[in-house]
Protein backbone atom coordinates (compact mmCIF):
# COMPACT_ATOMS: atom_id res chain seq x y z
CA UNK A 1 0.00 0.00 0.00
CA UNK A 2 1.44 3.49 -1.07
CA UNK A 3 2.50 5.28 1.97
CA UNK A 4 -0.14 8.45 0.71
CA UNK A 5 -3.02 5.95 1.14
CA UNK A 6 -1.85 4.40 4.30
CA UNK A 7 -1.90 8.06 5.27
CA UNK A 8 -5.82 8.49 4.65
CA UNK A 9 -6.77 4.92 5.91
CA UNK A 10 -5.07 6.48 9.53
CA UNK A 11 -6.97 9.91 8.94
CA UNK A 12 -10.19 7.95 8.22
CA UNK A 13 -9.50 5.54 11.35
CA UNK A 14 -9.21 8.45 13.49
CA UNK A 15 -12.54 9.68 12.17
CA UNK A 16 -14.25 6.73 13.19
CA UNK A 17 -13.21 6.67 16.47
CA UNK A 18 -14.97 9.67 17.14
CA UNK A 19 -18.22 8.16 16.51
CA UNK A 20 -18.85 4.87 17.63
CA UNK A 21 -21.90 3.47 15.90
CA UNK A 22 -21.29 5.54 12.21
CA UNK A 23 -18.01 3.46 11.54
CA UNK A 24 -19.76 1.83 8.93
CA UNK A 25 -21.63 4.56 7.26
CA UNK A 26 -18.55 6.52 7.36
CA UNK A 27 -16.63 3.64 6.06
CA UNK A 28 -19.37 3.32 2.95
CA UNK A 29 -18.84 6.94 2.02
CA UNK A 30 -14.95 6.26 1.71
CA UNK A 31 -15.22 3.19 -0.27
CA UNK A 32 -18.19 5.40 -2.70
CA UNK A 33 -15.70 8.42 -2.84
CA UNK A 34 -12.56 6.42 -3.61
CA UNK A 35 -14.82 4.58 -6.36
CA UNK A 36 -16.46 7.56 -7.95
CA UNK A 37 -12.74 9.58 -7.71
CA UNK A 38 -10.82 6.89 -8.21
CA UNK A 39 -8.87 8.57 -11.71
CA UNK A 40 -8.96 12.11 -10.50
CA UNK A 41 -5.83 13.89 -9.26
CA UNK A 42 -4.83 17.14 -7.22
CA UNK A 43 -3.04 19.89 -8.83
CA UNK A 44 -0.59 18.53 -6.31
CA UNK A 45 -0.23 15.12 -8.05
CA UNK A 46 -2.22 13.34 -4.62
CA UNK A 47 -5.38 11.01 -5.20
CA UNK A 48 -8.53 13.65 -5.65
CA UNK A 49 -9.77 11.41 -2.31
CA UNK A 50 -7.02 12.96 -0.28
CA UNK A 51 -9.04 16.31 -0.31
CA UNK A 52 -12.53 14.78 0.56
CA UNK A 53 -10.86 13.15 3.54
CA UNK A 54 -8.90 15.88 5.04
CA UNK A 55 -12.33 17.49 4.98
CA UNK A 56 -13.96 15.04 6.90
CA UNK A 57 -10.66 15.41 9.32
CA UNK A 58 -11.80 19.25 9.60
CA UNK A 59 -14.96 18.49 10.51
CA UNK A 60 -14.43 15.93 12.81
CA UNK A 61 -12.07 17.94 14.71
CA UNK A 62 -15.18 20.70 14.96
CA UNK A 63 -16.72 17.84 16.57
CA UNK A 64 -19.32 17.96 14.21
CA UNK A 65 -22.29 15.24 14.16
CA UNK A 66 -21.56 11.81 11.64
CA UNK A 67 -23.98 13.68 8.83
CA UNK A 68 -21.64 16.51 8.46
CA UNK A 69 -18.81 14.60 8.39
CA UNK A 70 -19.93 11.92 5.94
CA UNK A 71 -21.44 15.12 3.82
CA UNK A 72 -18.51 16.38 3.56
CA UNK A 73 -16.54 13.11 2.54
CA UNK A 74 -19.22 13.18 -0.79
CA UNK A 75 -19.21 17.09 -1.11
CA UNK A 76 -17.59 16.66 -4.48
CA UNK A 77 -19.20 14.07 -6.26
CA UNK A 78 -22.29 15.43 -7.35
CA UNK A 79 -20.13 18.21 -8.94
CA UNK A 80 -17.06 16.43 -10.37
CA UNK A 81 -18.40 12.65 -10.93
CA UNK A 82 -21.49 11.04 -12.43
CA UNK A 83 -22.96 10.26 -8.92
CA UNK A 84 -26.80 11.69 -8.73
CA UNK A 85 -28.87 13.09 -5.67
CA UNK A 86 -31.30 9.90 -5.69
CA UNK A 87 -27.87 7.90 -5.07
CA UNK A 88 -26.80 9.94 -2.33
CA UNK A 89 -30.20 10.01 -0.68
CA UNK A 90 -30.75 5.92 -1.08
CA UNK A 91 -27.33 5.07 0.02
CA UNK A 92 -26.16 7.77 3.05
CA UNK A 93 -30.01 9.71 3.71
CA UNK A 94 -31.84 12.72 2.62
CA UNK A 95 -30.30 14.91 5.17
CA UNK A 96 -26.60 14.04 3.60
CA UNK A 97 -27.86 14.57 0.07
CA UNK A 98 -28.95 17.88 0.85
CA UNK A 99 -25.97 19.64 2.16
CA UNK A 100 -24.00 17.68 -0.08
CA UNK A 101 -26.34 19.45 -2.73
CA UNK A 102 -26.18 22.69 -1.07
CA UNK A 103 -22.44 22.81 -0.82
CA UNK A 104 -22.30 21.68 -4.79
CA UNK A 105 -24.77 24.82 -5.28
CA UNK A 106 -22.09 27.20 -2.91
CA UNK A 107 -19.15 25.45 -5.62
CA UNK A 108 -20.95 26.90 -8.32
CA UNK A 109 -20.74 30.51 -7.33
CA UNK A 110 -17.54 32.56 -8.49
CA UNK A 111 -16.82 35.29 -6.10
CA UNK A 112 -13.86 37.84 -6.68
CA UNK A 113 -14.85 40.45 -4.23
CA UNK A 114 -17.74 42.75 -3.09
CA UNK A 115 -18.73 43.97 -6.60
CA UNK A 116 -22.10 44.60 -7.80
CA UNK A 117 -22.08 41.97 -10.45
CA UNK A 118 -21.90 39.24 -7.41
CA UNK A 119 -24.67 40.62 -5.48
CA UNK A 120 -26.66 37.22 -6.44
CA UNK A 121 -23.73 34.97 -5.85
CA UNK A 122 -23.91 36.44 -1.97
CA UNK A 123 -27.81 36.18 -1.73
CA UNK A 124 -27.26 32.75 -2.85
CA UNK A 125 -24.63 31.61 -0.27
CA UNK A 126 -26.33 33.55 2.14
CA UNK A 127 -29.71 31.53 1.90
CA UNK A 128 -27.73 27.95 1.44
CA UNK A 129 -26.69 28.69 4.66
CA UNK A 130 -29.67 29.69 6.29
CA UNK A 131 -31.38 26.66 5.01
CA UNK A 132 -28.82 24.31 6.77
CA UNK A 133 -25.72 25.86 8.80
CA UNK A 134 -23.92 22.83 8.47
CA UNK A 135 -24.23 23.50 4.49
CA UNK A 136 -21.71 26.76 4.80
CA UNK A 137 -19.71 24.92 7.74
CA UNK A 138 -18.64 21.72 5.11
CA UNK A 139 -17.77 24.59 2.41
CA UNK A 140 -15.45 26.17 5.43
CA UNK A 141 -14.09 22.95 5.94
CA UNK A 142 -13.55 22.78 1.73
CA UNK A 143 -11.92 26.33 1.48
CA UNK A 144 -9.63 25.51 4.44
CA UNK A 145 -7.84 22.50 2.97
CA UNK A 146 -8.30 24.32 -0.22
CA UNK A 147 -6.14 26.62 0.73
CA UNK A 148 -3.71 24.78 2.75
CA UNK A 149 -2.85 23.50 -0.59
CA UNK A 150 -2.94 26.69 -2.85
CA UNK A 151 0.79 26.85 -3.48
CA UNK A 152 0.17 24.33 -6.38
CA UNK A 153 -2.05 26.57 -8.36
CA UNK A 154 -0.75 29.04 -10.88
CA UNK A 155 -0.12 32.87 -8.91
CA UNK A 156 -3.57 34.24 -10.72
CA UNK A 157 -5.30 31.64 -9.06
CA UNK A 158 -3.86 31.74 -5.93
CA UNK A 159 -4.35 35.61 -6.05
CA UNK A 160 -8.22 35.29 -6.99
CA UNK A 161 -8.99 32.34 -4.15
CA UNK A 162 -6.88 34.27 -1.71
CA UNK A 163 -9.02 37.34 -2.05
CA UNK A 164 -12.38 35.54 -2.05
CA UNK A 165 -11.31 33.58 1.21
CA UNK A 166 -10.65 36.80 3.22
CA UNK A 167 -13.62 38.68 1.56
CA UNK A 168 -16.19 36.49 2.20
CA UNK A 169 -15.34 32.79 3.94
CA UNK A 170 -13.15 34.01 6.71
CA UNK A 171 -15.79 36.65 7.91
CA UNK A 172 -18.10 34.47 7.55
CA UNK A 173 -16.12 31.48 10.10
CA UNK A 174 -15.65 35.05 12.31
CA UNK A 175 -19.67 35.32 12.35
CA UNK A 176 -20.16 31.74 12.93
CA UNK A 177 -17.79 31.57 15.51
CA UNK A 178 -15.28 29.33 14.27
CA UNK A 179 -12.26 30.67 15.48
CA UNK A 180 -10.05 27.91 14.33
CA UNK A 181 -11.44 27.95 10.82
CA UNK A 182 -10.99 32.19 10.60
CA UNK A 183 -7.73 32.19 11.85
CA UNK A 184 -6.03 29.93 9.99
CA UNK A 185 -8.08 31.01 6.70
CA UNK A 186 -6.98 34.98 7.08
CA UNK A 187 -3.18 33.63 7.51
CA UNK A 188 -3.31 31.35 4.32
CA UNK A 189 -4.62 34.59 2.65
CA UNK A 190 -2.45 36.51 4.07
CA UNK A 191 0.46 34.87 2.60
CA UNK A 192 -0.74 34.63 -0.64
CA UNK A 193 -1.96 38.26 -1.37
CA UNK A 194 0.84 40.43 0.83
CA UNK A 195 3.69 37.97 0.64
CA UNK A 196 6.21 40.58 1.75
CA UNK A 197 4.00 41.56 4.71
CA UNK A 198 3.16 38.70 5.46
CA UNK A 199 7.23 37.49 5.76
CA UNK A 200 8.04 40.91 7.55
CA UNK A 201 5.22 40.06 9.91
CA UNK A 202 6.09 35.98 10.67
CA UNK A 203 9.79 36.98 11.20
CA UNK A 204 9.45 39.77 13.66
CA UNK A 205 6.43 37.52 15.61
CA UNK A 206 8.56 34.30 15.47
CA UNK A 207 11.82 36.79 17.12
CA UNK A 208 9.82 38.34 19.48
CA UNK A 209 7.92 35.44 20.98
CA UNK A 210 10.69 33.45 22.70
CA UNK A 211 11.06 36.59 24.93
CA UNK A 212 8.02 36.78 25.95
CA UNK A 213 7.33 33.27 26.16
CA UNK A 214 10.15 33.62 29.06
CA UNK A 215 8.82 36.50 30.17
CA UNK A 216 5.10 35.36 30.54
CA UNK A 217 7.06 32.22 32.50
CA UNK A 218 8.72 33.75 34.62
CA UNK A 219 7.20 36.72 36.19
CA UNK A 220 3.38 36.23 35.05
CA UNK A 221 2.11 32.92 34.86
CA UNK A 222 3.36 31.82 38.42
CA UNK A 223 2.40 34.44 40.55
CA UNK A 224 -1.14 34.00 39.08
CA UNK A 225 -1.07 30.30 39.24
CA UNK A 226 -0.08 31.02 43.26
CA UNK A 227 -2.79 33.13 43.64
CA UNK A 228 -5.48 31.39 41.90
CA UNK A 229 -4.77 28.44 44.06
CA UNK A 230 -4.74 29.85 47.32
CA UNK A 231 -7.77 30.75 46.37
CA UNK A 232 -8.72 27.24 46.11
CA UNK A 233 -10.22 27.31 42.56
CA UNK A 234 -8.56 24.81 39.64
CA UNK A 235 -7.60 26.40 36.42
CA UNK A 236 -5.95 26.02 33.24
CA UNK A 237 -3.84 28.62 32.33
CA UNK A 238 -2.20 28.65 28.94
CA UNK A 239 -0.95 31.23 26.31
CA UNK A 240 -0.95 31.70 22.75
CA UNK A 241 -0.10 34.05 20.06
CA UNK A 242 -1.93 36.27 17.85
CA UNK A 243 -2.12 35.32 14.46
CA UNK A 244 -0.38 37.21 12.19
CA UNK A 245 -2.97 38.61 9.82
CA UNK A 246 -4.45 40.08 13.16
CA UNK A 247 -0.81 41.68 14.10
CA UNK A 248 -0.92 43.49 10.76
CA UNK A 249 -4.14 44.48 11.00
CA UNK A 250 -3.53 45.99 13.93
CA UNK A 251 -0.32 48.13 12.64
CA UNK A 252 -2.81 49.24 10.14
CA UNK A 253 -5.87 50.24 12.06
CA UNK A 254 -3.77 51.68 14.79
CA UNK A 255 -1.48 53.78 12.36
CA UNK A 256 1.86 51.99 14.44
CA UNK A 257 5.05 49.80 13.92
CA UNK A 258 5.54 45.66 14.41
CA UNK A 259 7.98 47.12 17.14
CA UNK A 260 4.72 48.64 18.82
CA UNK A 261 2.30 45.90 19.54
CA UNK A 262 3.30 44.85 22.54
CA UNK A 263 0.22 41.87 22.98
CA UNK A 264 0.96 39.15 20.87
CA UNK A 265 0.66 36.70 23.33
CA UNK A 266 -2.21 36.72 25.36
CA UNK A 267 -2.99 34.47 28.60
CA UNK A 268 -5.95 32.32 28.76
CA UNK A 269 -7.52 31.08 32.53
CA UNK A 270 -10.24 28.53 31.96
CA UNK A 271 -12.02 27.55 34.77
CA UNK A 272 -15.42 25.55 35.60
CA UNK A 273 -18.07 28.15 36.28
CA UNK A 274 -18.65 31.30 35.45
CA UNK A 275 -18.77 33.18 39.29
CA UNK A 276 -15.39 31.02 39.45
CA UNK A 277 -14.17 33.81 36.34
CA UNK A 278 -15.69 36.63 37.96
CA UNK A 279 -13.14 35.57 41.00
CA UNK A 280 -10.40 34.92 39.42
CA UNK A 281 -10.51 38.61 37.10
CA UNK A 282 -10.62 39.92 40.35
CA UNK A 283 -7.52 37.90 41.99
CA UNK A 284 -5.74 39.01 38.33
CA UNK A 285 -6.97 42.59 39.32
CA UNK A 286 -5.48 42.65 42.92
CA UNK A 287 -1.92 41.85 41.39
CA UNK A 288 -1.43 43.81 38.42
CA UNK A 289 -3.13 47.22 37.91
CA UNK A 290 -5.99 46.68 35.24
CA UNK A 291 -5.01 49.12 32.19
CA UNK A 292 -8.65 51.73 31.88
CA UNK A 293 -11.05 51.29 29.07
CA UNK A 294 -9.65 47.74 28.09
CA UNK A 295 -12.04 45.53 30.01
CA UNK A 296 -14.96 43.87 28.46
CA UNK A 297 -17.50 41.41 29.94
CA UNK A 298 -18.44 39.31 27.13
CA UNK A 299 -20.35 36.82 29.30
CA UNK A 300 -22.30 39.47 30.06
CA UNK A 301 -23.07 40.74 26.93
CA UNK A 302 -22.47 37.69 24.63
CA UNK A 303 -21.43 38.55 21.12
CA UNK A 304 -23.99 38.09 18.11
CA UNK A 305 -21.99 34.76 17.37
CA UNK A 306 -22.08 33.32 21.25
CA UNK A 307 -18.73 33.80 21.97
CA UNK A 308 -18.92 35.08 25.94
CA UNK A 309 -15.32 35.57 27.92
CA UNK A 310 -13.75 38.36 30.06
CA UNK A 311 -10.85 40.05 28.62
CA UNK A 312 -8.58 42.42 30.45
CA UNK A 313 -5.36 44.13 29.78
CA UNK A 314 -3.20 44.57 33.03
CA UNK A 315 0.13 46.14 33.78
CA UNK A 316 2.01 43.35 34.31
CA UNK A 317 6.01 43.68 35.70
CA UNK A 318 8.67 45.35 33.97
CA UNK A 319 6.21 47.74 33.04
CA UNK A 320 4.54 45.32 30.13
CA UNK A 321 1.15 45.25 28.90
CA UNK A 322 -0.68 41.78 28.94
CA UNK A 323 -4.24 40.54 28.18
CA UNK A 324 -5.88 37.78 29.89
CA UNK A 325 -9.06 35.97 28.72
CA UNK A 326 -11.06 34.26 31.03
CA UNK A 327 -13.74 31.79 30.61
CA UNK A 328 -15.35 28.18 31.49
CA UNK A 329 -14.49 25.06 29.29
CA UNK A 330 -17.88 25.18 27.67
CA UNK A 331 -17.03 28.69 26.35
CA UNK A 332 -13.62 28.16 25.64
CA UNK A 333 -15.37 25.52 23.22
CA UNK A 334 -18.01 27.72 21.75
CA UNK A 335 -15.13 29.88 21.41
CA UNK A 336 -12.97 28.06 19.20
CA UNK A 337 -15.52 26.04 17.37
CA UNK A 338 -18.49 28.44 17.08
CA UNK A 339 -21.93 27.01 16.09
CA UNK A 340 -20.01 23.70 15.22
CA UNK A 341 -19.74 23.04 18.95
CA UNK A 342 -23.76 23.04 18.88
CA UNK A 343 -23.63 20.01 16.47
CA UNK A 344 -21.86 16.95 18.40
CA UNK A 345 -24.07 14.68 20.12
CA UNK A 346 -23.47 13.99 23.09
CA UNK A 347 -26.09 11.58 25.21
CA UNK A 348 -29.24 12.44 26.58
CA UNK A 349 -28.96 15.58 24.72
CA UNK A 350 -30.70 17.11 21.85
CA UNK A 351 -28.27 18.97 19.00
CA UNK A 352 -29.39 22.49 18.62
CA UNK A 353 -30.08 24.05 15.81
CA UNK A 354 -28.38 27.26 13.82
CA UNK A 355 -31.33 28.93 12.67
CA UNK A 356 -32.67 29.01 16.46
CA UNK A 357 -29.26 30.68 17.85
CA UNK A 358 -28.21 33.14 15.17
CA UNK A 359 -31.13 35.72 14.95
CA UNK A 360 -28.20 38.27 12.74
CA UNK A 361 -28.58 35.15 9.76
CA UNK A 362 -32.59 35.32 9.88
CA UNK A 363 -32.79 38.87 9.85
CA UNK A 364 -29.85 39.18 7.02
CA UNK A 365 -32.07 36.75 4.81
CA UNK A 366 -35.50 38.08 5.18
CA UNK A 367 -33.59 41.58 4.33
CA UNK A 368 -31.75 40.39 0.94
CA UNK A 369 -34.39 37.93 -0.12
CA UNK A 370 -36.78 41.01 -1.34
CA UNK A 371 -34.08 43.54 -2.54
CA UNK A 372 -33.16 43.39 -6.21
CA UNK A 373 -30.69 46.44 -6.40
CA UNK A 374 -27.29 44.66 -5.95
CA UNK A 375 -25.91 47.53 -4.26
CA UNK A 376 -28.23 46.72 -1.36
CA UNK A 377 -27.74 43.30 -1.29
CA UNK A 378 -23.68 44.24 -0.71
CA UNK A 379 -24.45 47.04 1.51
CA UNK A 380 -26.34 44.71 3.86
CA UNK A 381 -23.58 42.11 3.71
CA UNK A 382 -20.67 44.26 4.35
CA UNK A 383 -22.49 45.55 6.96
CA UNK A 384 -23.66 42.67 8.64
CA UNK A 385 -20.38 40.74 7.74
CA UNK A 386 -18.11 43.08 8.92
CA UNK A 387 -19.19 45.25 11.28
CA UNK A 388 -18.45 46.08 14.90
CA UNK A 389 -21.52 45.77 17.21
CA UNK A 390 -23.17 48.13 19.82
CA UNK A 391 -24.82 46.49 22.74
CA UNK A 392 -27.92 48.30 24.30
CA UNK A 393 -30.91 47.59 26.74
CA UNK A 394 -34.36 48.23 26.25
CA UNK A 395 -35.98 49.89 29.25
CA UNK A 396 -37.04 46.11 30.62
CA UNK A 397 -33.42 45.34 30.53
CA UNK A 398 -33.08 43.57 27.30
CA UNK A 399 -30.23 43.32 25.56
CA UNK A 400 -30.31 44.26 21.74
CA UNK A 401 -27.26 44.02 19.53
CA UNK A 402 -26.80 46.33 16.46
CA UNK A 403 -24.27 47.25 14.16
CA UNK A 404 -21.95 49.94 14.79
CA UNK A 405 -23.54 53.32 14.11
CA UNK A 406 -26.81 52.26 14.88
CA UNK A 407 -29.41 54.95 15.75
CA UNK A 408 -32.49 55.01 17.64
CA UNK A 409 -34.56 54.55 14.75
CA UNK A 410 -32.39 51.34 13.78
CA UNK A 411 -33.64 50.17 17.62
CA UNK A 412 -37.23 50.67 17.09
CA UNK A 413 -37.12 48.35 13.79
CA UNK A 414 -35.53 46.14 15.41
CA UNK A 415 -38.22 46.43 18.32
CA UNK A 416 -40.75 45.89 16.09
CA UNK A 417 -41.81 47.24 12.74
CA UNK A 418 -45.09 49.50 13.53
CA UNK A 419 -42.66 51.37 16.77
CA UNK A 420 -40.25 51.95 13.93
CA UNK A 421 -42.74 53.19 11.51
CA UNK A 422 -44.13 55.38 14.28
CA UNK A 423 -40.84 56.62 16.08
CA UNK A 424 -41.52 60.19 16.96
CA UNK A 425 -38.77 60.62 19.26
CA UNK A 426 -35.89 58.71 21.66
CA UNK A 427 -34.83 58.91 24.97
CA UNK A 428 -31.22 57.58 25.89
CA UNK A 429 -30.34 56.67 29.68
CA UNK A 430 -33.34 59.02 30.13
CA UNK A 431 -32.68 61.93 28.12
CA UNK A 432 -34.24 63.00 24.82
CA UNK A 433 -31.70 62.96 21.73
CA UNK A 434 -32.14 63.24 17.96
CA UNK A 435 -33.05 61.19 15.77
CA UNK A 436 -29.32 60.92 14.58
CA UNK A 437 -27.99 59.73 17.83
CA UNK A 438 -25.46 57.27 17.50
CA UNK A 439 -26.36 54.68 19.97
CA UNK A 440 -23.18 53.46 22.52
CA UNK A 441 -23.06 50.12 24.32
CA UNK A 442 -24.34 50.48 27.77
CA UNK A 443 -27.00 52.56 26.50
CA UNK A 444 -30.27 52.38 27.79
CA UNK A 445 -33.06 53.08 24.92
CA UNK A 446 -36.72 54.09 25.39
CA UNK A 447 -38.66 55.22 21.94
CA UNK A 448 -41.53 57.22 22.36
CA UNK A 449 -44.28 56.62 19.91
CA UNK A 450 -46.84 58.61 17.68
CA UNK A 451 -49.65 57.53 15.49
CA UNK A 452 -49.44 60.36 13.51
CA UNK A 453 -45.67 59.86 12.89
CA UNK A 454 -44.46 58.24 9.98
CA UNK A 455 -41.12 57.27 7.72
CA UNK A 456 -39.13 60.27 6.27
CA UNK A 457 -37.08 59.58 3.14
CA UNK A 458 -34.66 61.73 5.38
CA UNK A 459 -34.71 58.35 8.25
CA UNK A 460 -32.65 56.18 5.09
CA UNK A 461 -29.57 57.93 5.91
CA UNK A 462 -29.87 57.83 9.70
CA UNK A 463 -30.23 54.38 9.63
CA UNK A 464 -27.43 51.67 9.19
CA UNK A 465 -29.13 48.06 9.62
CA UNK A 466 -30.70 46.66 6.37
CA UNK A 467 -33.54 45.56 8.73
CA UNK A 468 -34.75 49.46 8.80
CA UNK A 469 -33.57 50.87 5.66
CA UNK A 470 -35.87 47.78 4.03
CA UNK A 471 -38.93 48.55 6.13
CA UNK A 472 -38.78 52.57 5.29
CA UNK A 473 -38.14 51.75 1.87
CA UNK A 474 -40.90 49.76 1.86
CA UNK A 475 -43.44 52.23 3.52
CA UNK A 476 -42.30 55.13 1.39
CA UNK A 477 -43.40 52.97 -1.90
CA UNK A 478 -46.32 51.93 -0.54
CA UNK A 479 -46.82 55.97 -0.12
CA UNK A 480 -46.07 56.44 -3.59
CA UNK A 481 -47.79 53.84 -4.85
CA UNK A 482 -50.89 55.19 -3.13
CA UNK A 483 -50.10 58.90 -4.95
CA UNK A 484 -50.03 57.13 -8.09
CA UNK A 485 -53.31 55.57 -8.03
CA UNK A 486 -54.62 58.67 -7.02
CA UNK A 487 -53.35 60.69 -10.16
CA UNK A 488 -53.91 57.66 -12.31
CA UNK A 489 -57.30 57.44 -11.22
CA UNK A 490 -57.60 61.58 -11.84
CA UNK A 491 -55.70 61.23 -15.21
CA UNK A 492 -57.93 58.04 -16.50
CA UNK A 493 -61.49 60.08 -15.99
CA UNK A 494 -60.26 63.08 -17.75
CA UNK A 495 -59.11 60.23 -20.56
CA UNK A 496 -62.86 58.63 -19.72
CA UNK A 497 -64.61 62.11 -20.49
CA UNK A 498 -61.98 63.31 -23.19
CA UNK A 499 -63.25 59.95 -24.96
CA UNK A 500 -66.31 59.88 -24.37
CA UNK A 501 -66.73 56.22 -23.49
CA UNK A 502 -67.63 54.37 -19.85
CA UNK A 503 -64.88 53.00 -17.41
CA UNK A 504 -65.80 49.43 -18.53
CA UNK A 505 -65.44 50.20 -21.91
CA UNK A 506 -62.21 52.28 -21.47
CA UNK A 507 -60.45 49.32 -19.65
CA UNK A 508 -61.74 46.68 -21.94
CA UNK A 509 -59.80 48.80 -24.99
CA UNK A 510 -57.09 49.49 -22.98
CA UNK A 511 -56.61 45.65 -22.00
CA UNK A 512 -56.49 44.82 -25.45
CA UNK A 513 -53.83 47.18 -26.31
CA UNK A 514 -51.72 47.17 -23.08
CA UNK A 515 -50.43 44.67 -20.98
CA UNK A 516 -51.85 44.81 -17.24
CA UNK A 517 -53.05 42.30 -14.82
CA UNK A 518 -54.99 44.20 -12.37
CA UNK A 519 -56.74 47.59 -13.18
CA UNK A 520 -55.06 48.97 -10.49
CA UNK A 521 -51.51 48.43 -12.64
CA UNK A 522 -53.31 50.81 -15.71
CA UNK A 523 -54.04 53.75 -13.09
CA UNK A 524 -50.26 53.52 -11.74
CA UNK A 525 -49.26 53.52 -14.91
CA UNK A 526 -50.67 56.67 -15.61
CA UNK A 527 -49.87 58.22 -12.28
CA UNK A 528 -46.45 57.39 -12.48
CA UNK A 529 -46.22 58.76 -16.59
CA UNK A 530 -44.80 55.38 -17.59
CA UNK A 531 -48.20 55.79 -19.52
CA UNK A 532 -49.80 59.30 -20.44
CA UNK A 533 -52.84 60.64 -21.41
CA UNK A 534 -51.46 60.63 -24.88
CA UNK A 535 -50.54 57.61 -25.12
CA UNK A 536 -53.72 56.24 -24.35
CA UNK A 537 -55.51 58.90 -26.45
CA UNK A 538 -53.46 57.65 -29.27
CA UNK A 539 -54.41 54.61 -29.14
CA UNK A 540 -58.42 55.25 -28.79
CA UNK A 541 -57.95 57.04 -31.96
CA UNK A 542 -54.88 56.81 -33.61
CA UNK A 543 -55.56 58.15 -37.13
CA UNK A 544 -56.73 61.40 -35.22
CA UNK A 545 -53.63 62.02 -33.56
CA UNK A 546 -49.87 62.24 -33.88
CA UNK A 547 -48.04 59.33 -31.90
CA UNK A 548 -44.62 60.45 -29.45
CA UNK A 549 -41.62 59.51 -31.43
CA UNK A 550 -38.87 57.00 -30.40
CA UNK A 551 -37.67 59.95 -28.76
CA UNK A 552 -40.01 61.00 -26.06
CA UNK A 553 -41.06 64.28 -27.17
CA UNK A 554 -43.58 66.28 -26.84
CA UNK A 555 -46.64 64.80 -28.97
CA UNK A 556 -49.73 66.07 -30.00
CA UNK A 557 -47.85 68.92 -32.42
CA UNK A 558 -49.84 71.55 -33.89
CA UNK A 559 -51.52 74.73 -35.23
CA UNK A 560 -53.49 76.53 -32.49
CA UNK A 561 -55.76 80.06 -32.12
CA UNK A 562 -55.66 81.57 -28.67
CA UNK A 563 -57.69 85.02 -28.13
CA UNK A 564 -57.32 86.22 -31.57
CA UNK A 565 -54.06 85.46 -32.25
CA UNK A 566 -53.99 82.39 -35.50
CA UNK A 567 -51.04 80.44 -35.99
CA UNK A 568 -49.47 79.45 -32.62
CA UNK A 569 -47.30 76.32 -33.09
CA UNK A 570 -47.72 74.30 -30.03
CA UNK A 571 -46.88 71.00 -28.37
CA UNK A 572 -48.54 68.99 -25.77
CA UNK A 573 -45.57 68.58 -22.92
CA UNK A 574 -45.31 64.75 -21.69
CA UNK A 575 -45.22 65.91 -18.07
CA UNK A 576 -48.49 65.93 -17.42
CA UNK A 577 -50.17 65.40 -20.94
CA UNK A 578 -52.91 67.66 -20.77
CA UNK A 579 -56.60 66.66 -22.95
CA UNK A 580 -58.96 68.54 -23.96
CA UNK A 581 -61.43 70.50 -21.59
CA UNK A 582 -57.82 71.16 -19.24
CA UNK A 583 -57.38 74.74 -18.51
CA UNK A 584 -53.56 74.74 -19.47
CA UNK A 585 -50.81 77.58 -19.68
CA UNK A 586 -48.10 77.54 -22.39
CA UNK A 587 -43.69 78.07 -22.24
CA UNK A 588 -42.43 79.67 -24.74
CA UNK A 589 -38.88 79.61 -26.22
CA UNK A 590 -37.40 81.27 -29.03
CA UNK A 591 -37.79 79.73 -32.25
CA UNK A 592 -39.52 77.06 -30.54
CA UNK A 593 -43.15 76.38 -30.66
CA UNK A 594 -45.13 76.59 -27.02
CA UNK A 595 -45.13 73.59 -24.64
CA UNK A 596 -48.55 73.15 -23.35
CA UNK A 597 -48.94 72.25 -19.72
CA UNK A 598 -52.11 71.47 -17.75
CA UNK A 599 -52.46 74.63 -14.98
CA UNK A 600 -53.12 72.27 -12.28
CA UNK A 601 -49.77 71.42 -12.37
CA UNK A 602 -48.16 74.17 -12.28
CA UNK A 603 -50.12 75.27 -8.89
CA UNK A 604 -48.46 72.29 -7.61
CA UNK A 605 -44.91 73.54 -8.58
Not at 8 to 35: H, M, N, Q, T, W
Amino acid sequence: MAVRELELVEILEDIEKKYPGEEDRIRRAFEYISDKHRDQLRKSGDPYVVHPVNVAKILADLNMDATTVVAGLLHDVLEDTDATYEEIEELFGKEVADIVEGVTKIGKIRFRNLKEAQAENFRKLILATAKDIRVVIVKLADRLHNMRTLGHLRRDKRVRIAEETLSIYAPLAHRLGIWEIKRSLEDLSFKYLYPREYEKVRKFVSQSLEDLEVYLKKFVIPRVKEEIKKAGIEAEITYRPKHLYSVWQKTIRKNIKLEEVHDLLGVRIIVSSVQKCYMVLGIVHSIFTPVPGKFKDYISLPKPNLYQSLHTTVIAPKGRMVEFQIRTREMHERAEKGIAAHWAYKEGKEKAHGEEIFSWLRDLVENIQGSKNPSEVLDNLKRELFSEEVFVFTPKGDLVVLPMGATPIDFAYHIHTEVGNHCAGAKVNGRIVPLSYRLRSGDQVEIITSPSKRPSPDWLSLVVTSKAKNRIKHYLRQVERERFLSEGRRIFERIKESAGVSSEELVEKLKKKIRFKEEEDLYIALGSGKLTATKVLDILSPKKRKKTDDRGEPSGKGVASVEGLTGIMYEIGNCCNPVPGDEIYGVGKRGKSIVQHEKARKKQA
